[in-house]
Every structure is written in structure tokens, then in C-alpha cells.
């Protein structure tokens, strides 16, 4: 089993839905090499003859004789057609932007990795799809053709695409298991990661890649149900969404930044898998993330660091989210997704710190927003131990933390809510709420209690109370059925929706200050 660091579960390696391909054994990508340029017939890479041939032949013969590496030297490979990897093959360069395949050819992949194949692997080599010349293709520069397992793809860039960098193709029965994409670049593309179509994607690590300069999303998931691990990765603007995992479950995003993505844009955003019913899926922990936007244009900023629509069982803590166009936190349950029971639950949001959110100056945006937008539920949220601070003048930021619709059972408590225009917190129309310790939030201060017959029962609101009991005559104070006091000129201090019960003869004074 793993352990708990500040409250923050961190999976043991080789642990069962977390660990199992981060403990994997890559021998499987066995090194027994063959040279692509050898033989009377080899590839040539001198940027200009068509090595399509030599290729896959080198790939063939490897496979054919039970796996191997196929090794590609230095220089420029012109390829009309796909290579095609197949089980059990490795096919390593000499390095990125030492070793380039090229397209040569309108619509056309450059890579792709075999349908129904295991053990695969790509390593240490550029793919260009060559979009200079070809600007109408829509293919990819490495496709995965589906139903497939253990594939690794490591130090590898993708540039110039034609369509996407690496597309994970989901429309064919099937789908993918064990998969390894790391220290790699995706640039130039339509989208630098795809996942898409009816199958599914489970147990994948994505770790310490470069997306940037995406047209359409970094990495997007439309399948995935089952285990995966982000880790390490930047995703630098111009760039859609960062991180669109729609839907997931069972996720890790950790230690990622995510920089000057585009406006309208969200760095990370969630939506939950199909639930069966009484179920609720999603488990995901959202950790250690830095989401910014730097520059002088408001209007060019990405909207909102994270978005979670429907998600149940959800960790969102240690993240710095700074400068977001609207709201940095955005948790809600929408109408309209697929297999959704709209249903937002279980939340933890703690320890993050979010400053100077809104700064596209929308009314109502705040720094964190729970919302429920739909006929659903919201319950059992804890915002606990953030910082939430409007260090602008500009009053750009209504509120710290404000509710929308019914949000039922939240707990809201030593948060630093200081500086936002309109109040600290807003309430929306739920109930069982606490607030309590949150500096730049008083609810009220003091205020009066008026005082009905005897014996008198007093409740406290949504926030910890101090209630001052002067004056008249009292023969007994009680709470939670105990006498706590025999006589007036007592204090009580009441938790949220504690009740103190006020026996007497002549009327008391009582005064409440909402803490």
C-alpha cells in the first residue's frame, strides 16, 4: 500500500490499480538490433529518397524472428507510407532531432503502431508530418491502431503535424492496456495527445512531456476507464485545454504546469465515466499543480485552472493557480452528460493557493464557484486550509468562495479569504453548511437573540457561535442535554446547528457573535 503525506494519498509502486505499469518490466522491449540502412535494399535518409520500403521491411523481419530493435541512424527519412510497428518490435533512433521521420505524403500517418500487437515501442527520434507542405492532411504523426498492450513511447517529438502528434485510435473493437509515453515533445499539431472512440484506455503513465503549440487540446481522453498517472508534463500555450479527461476515473494528475493557454481555455477538466446505478466513480487526485497566465491582455488568459462537472470522490490539493481569466476552481453538476447521474460529491479541496482569479472582470466569477446547475446533487464538499487571496486593487474578484443552487453538507474552514470585492463567501440555497476560521469572513459579529418562553431553545447557523447569556433570571443552561449552567452571566460556545436550551423565570439578555 502506499501512504499519506499531508493528508495526500501517494500509490505504492507495483500497487494494483495505481503502480502496475510504473512497476512494469520493460525487458519485454527486447534490444536484439537491426539496421534499417543495412543490406543492398536499406533505407537511405538523406531527406529526399523514399525509405518507406526499407522500413517496413526491417520491421517485418524483426517481428518475424520473435521481436528485436530496429535501429535508425542519423538523418531524414522520406516516407510516403505508415511503418507500421508490430509485436515485439523497438524502433529506436539516435536521438530527437538526430533521427527524423518525415511524411511525404498528403494524409498519411507516419507511424503507426499495430492493431491487436503487444511489447511496441518507439524511442529517441523526431516524427514531422510535414504540414509545411502538406496544409489539408488531417492524419497523424504516430497513430495507435487499437486492441492493443504494453506499448512505450519515449523521447520522441512530434512536430509539424499534419492532424494530431499521437493519436490513440478508439473507433475500431478494443482498445488499450499498459502504456508508457515519456519525456517526450508534442508540438504543432491539431492535438498533441488524442484519445478517442468507443473502446477503452486503462492503466497508462504520462510523464514529463512537452505540449505546446496545439491548435485544438494538449491531451484530451474521451474512453479512458481505468488507471492513470500524469506526472511532470508542461502544457505551454497557444493551447485549447491542457488536460480534458472526459470522461475518467481512477486518475493521478500530479506536478504538471500548465502556462498561457489560450482564452476560453480550461488546464484541467473533468467529467466522470458512465455510472451504473448507486455508483459513484471518478477517485481522482488533483496535486501539486501550477496553472498561470503571465502577459498585460486580460482577455487573452485561460478561464479557469481546474473543472470537474459531475466528479465524485475528488482530491484537489497543493495546487498554485494564479491570474485565471474567471474562476481558478470550478465544481459543478451539469445536465447533459452521457451516463452522468449528476451527482458532485465527496469533494476535498485543501492547501492550494489560488491569487488574483477573474481577470476577465465577468460579474459573479469567483475564486472558487461550487455550482449546481441541474436538477442533481451537491453534497459533502470541504474546502479546507487554502488561500484564496485577491491581491489586485482592480475588485475584479466578487467573492472567495461562492455557491450556487443547493450545495448541501459542505464544510468550509481556515481558508484565507481576504480582499475580494463583494464578500469573502456567498451562500446558495442548501443546507448543514459550516464555515468556520476563514480569515476575511465574519458572517455578522454580534447580534441580538430574541428570547421566546421558557424554556427558551436557541440554534446555531451554519457558522461556530458565542452566545452571551445577561441579566433575568435563569435557573438552568443546558446542551446536548447536560447542564452546563445554574444562572445567568454565562457564555456558550454552540457548533454549527447545536442548540443551547435556556431555563428561567425573568426574561435574560442573549447576544450571539458568529465566529
Known amino acids: 500500500m502506499g501512504t499519506y503525506v499531508n493528508g495526500i494519498y501517494q500509490p505504492a509502486i507495483g500497487e494494483v490499480g495505481w503502480g502496475t505499469l510504473v512497476a512494469a518490466d520493460l525487458s519485454r522491449f527486447s534490444e536484439l538490433a537491426y539496421n534499417v540502412k543495412s543490406g543492398a535494399s536499406g533505407a537511405v535518409g538523406n531527406g529526399v529518397t523514399n525509405d518507406s520500403a526499407a522500413f517496413q521491411a526491417a520491421v517485418d523481419a524483426v517481428s518475424a524472428a520473435g521481436g528485436g530493435m530496429v535501429f535508425v541512424p542519423p538523418g531524414t527519412y522520406m516516407l510516403s507510407t505508415p511503418v507500421t510497428i508490430k509485436t515485439g518490435v523497438t524502433l529506436r533512433g539516435s536521438g530527437i532531432d538526430v533521427t527524423i521521420l518525415k511524411s511525404n505524403a498528403n494524409n498519411q500517418n507516419v507511424v503507426v503502431f499495430n492493431s491487436t500487437s503487444a511489447a511496441m515501442s518507439l524511442q529517441d527520434l523526431t516524427v514531422n508530418g510535414n504540414r509545411t507542405t502538406y496544409a489539408a492532411g488531417t492524419a497523424a504523426a504516430i497513430k495507435c491502431a487499437g486492441f492493443s498492450a504494453d506499448i512505450l513511447v519515449r523521447r520522441v517529438k512530434t512536430i509539424d503535424c499534419q492532424g494530431r502528434g499521437l493519436f490513440w485510435d478508439n473507433t475500431v473493437v478494443g482498445g488499450y492496456t499498459n502504456v508508457w509515453v515519456e519525456n517526450c515533445e508534442f508540438t504543432d499539431a491539431g492535438q498533441g495527445f488524442d484519445?478517442?472512440?468507443?473502446?477503452?484506455?486503462?492503466?497508462?503513465?504520462?510523464?514529463?512531456?512537452?505540449?505546446?503549440?496545439?491548435?485544438?487540446?494538449?491531451?484530451?481522453?474521451?474512453?479512458?476507464?481505468?488507471?492513470?498517472?500524469?506526472?511532470?508534463?508542461?502544457?505551454?500555450?497557444?493551447?485549447?485545454?491542457?488536460?480534458?479527461?472526459?470522461?475518467?476515473?481512477?486518475?493521478?494528475?500530479?506536478?504538471?504546469?500548465?502556462?498561457?493557454?489560450?482564452?476560453?481555455?480550461?488546464?484541467?477538466?473533468?467529467?466522470?465515466?458512465?455510472?451504473?446505478?448507486?455508483?459513484?466513480?471518478?477517485?481522482?487526485?488533483?496535486?501539486?499543480?501550477?496553472?498561470?497566465?503571465?502577459?498585460?491582455?486580460?482577455?487573452?488568459?485561460c478561464d479557469h485552472g481546474i473543472v470537474a462537472d459531475n466528479v465524485s470522490n475528488l482530491v484537489i490539493a497543493n495546487n498554485l493557480i494564479s491570474r485565471m481569466g474567471r474562476a481558478a476552481i470550478r465544481l459543478r453538476v451539469q445536465g447533459g452528460i452521457t451516463g452522468s447521474a449528476n451527482v458532485l460529491r465527496n469533494v476535498l479541496v485543501t492547501g492550494n493557493t489560488v491569487v488574483d482569479s477573474n481577470q476577465d472582470n465577468v460579474s459573479n466569477n469567483a475564486a472558487l464557484a461550487i455550482e449546481n446547475n441541474a436538477p442533481g446533487t451537491v453534497e459533502k464538499v470541504k474546502v479546507i486550509g487554502n488561500k484564496l487571496i485577491n491581491q489586485n486593487t482592480d475588485g475584479h474578484t466578487s467573492h472567495g468562495i461562492r455557491e450556487v443552487g443547493a450545495v448541501n453538507d459542505s464544510e468550509y474552514s481556515d481558508n484565507d479569504l481576504r480582499g475580494f470585492a463583494t464578500a469573502a463567501y456567498a451562500a446558495g440555497s442548501g443546507t448543514g453548511v459550516e464555515l468556520r476560521d476563514n480569515r476575511g469572513h465574519n458572517p455578522q459579529g454580534t447580534a441580538s437573540i430574541t428570547v421566546t418562553s421558557s424554556p427558551f431553545t436557541y440554534t446555531a447557523g451554519s457558522t461556530p457561535e458565542m452566545v452571551y447569556i445577561r441579566a433575568g433570571t435563569v435557573s438552568d443552561v443546558s446542551k446536548n442535554s447536560r447542564t452546563i449552567f445554574t444562572a445567568t452571566g454565562c457564555t456558550v460556545r454552540l457548533e454549527p446547528a447545536q442548540a443551547v436550551v435556556v431555563t428561567y423565570s425573568s426574561a435574560p439578555t442573549m447576544e450571539k457573535d458568529r465566529l
Do not use: W
Open 195 to 301: 484519445v478517442c472512440g468507443g473502446g477503452f484506455m486503462t492503466h497508462y503513465y504520462v510523464r514529463n512531456n512537452l505540449f505546446y503549440n496545439t491548435s485544438g487540446q494538449g491531451l484530451a481522453d474521451t474512453v479512458t476507464n481505468g488507471s492513470m498517472i500524469l506526472e511532470g508534463n508542461v502544457f505551454e500555450g497557444p493551447m485549447g485545454n491542457g488536460l480534458s479527461m472526459e470522461p475518467c476515473d481512477n486518475m493521478l494528475v500530479r506536478g504538471n504546469q500548465f502556462h498561457n493557454l489560450n482564452d476560453g481555455a480550461i488546464a484541467i477538466k473533468l467529467t466522470p465515466k458512465s455510472q451504473q446505478p448507486g455508483e459513484d466513480p471518478s477517485n481522482i487526485v488533483i496535486q501539486g499543480n501550477h496553472i498561470y497566465n503571465t502577459g498585460t491582455v486580460p482577455s487573452t488568459y
